[in-house]
Nanobody, 115 residues
Framework: QVQLVESGGGLVRPGGSLRLSCSASGSIFSFYAMGWYRQAPGKQREMVATITSGSDTNYADSVKDRFTISRDNAKNTVYLQMNSLKPEDTAVYYC?????????WGQGTQVTVSS
């Protein structure tokens, strides 16, 4: 069992930056692939970025070259650095942990990009 708690969301102007954090507890963090997903109003949840236990990364085309996912296994934390934010990045961002067939989700943190 893994518990995930996101933080770092908020209101930011277009072109601005935010860094999301996801703190994990309850299991061996380094064993898990981690990811960030987002869900905008009226839309399905979509993958934003993932990072494997070996730190291989994958990004949605819409965020490539703007967002960076990273992990600190010593702190049981995964980060999402978001730069050059756009209004279409507005969504609830969810942290995700996966190992084999076990998926875990955080409660989400709101990111709003607006002038």
């Amino acid at each position: 069992q893994v518990q995930l708690v996101e933080s770092g969301g908020g209101l930011v102007r277009p072109g601005g930056s935010l860094r999301l954090s996801c703190s994990a507890s309850g299991s061996i963090f380094s064993f898990y692939a981690m990811g960030w997903y987002r869900q905008a109003p009226g839309k399905q949840r979509e993958m934003v970025a993932t990072i494997t236990s070996g730190s291989d990364t994958n990004y949605a085309d819409s965020v490539k070259d703007r967002f960076t996912i990273s992990r600190d296994n010593a702190k049981n934390t995964v980060y999402l650095q978001m730069n050059s934010l756009k209004p279409e990045d507005t969504a609830v961002y969810y942290c995700n942990a996966v190992r084999y067939s076990d998926w875990y989700w955080g409660q989400g943190t709101q990111v709003t990009v607006s002038s």
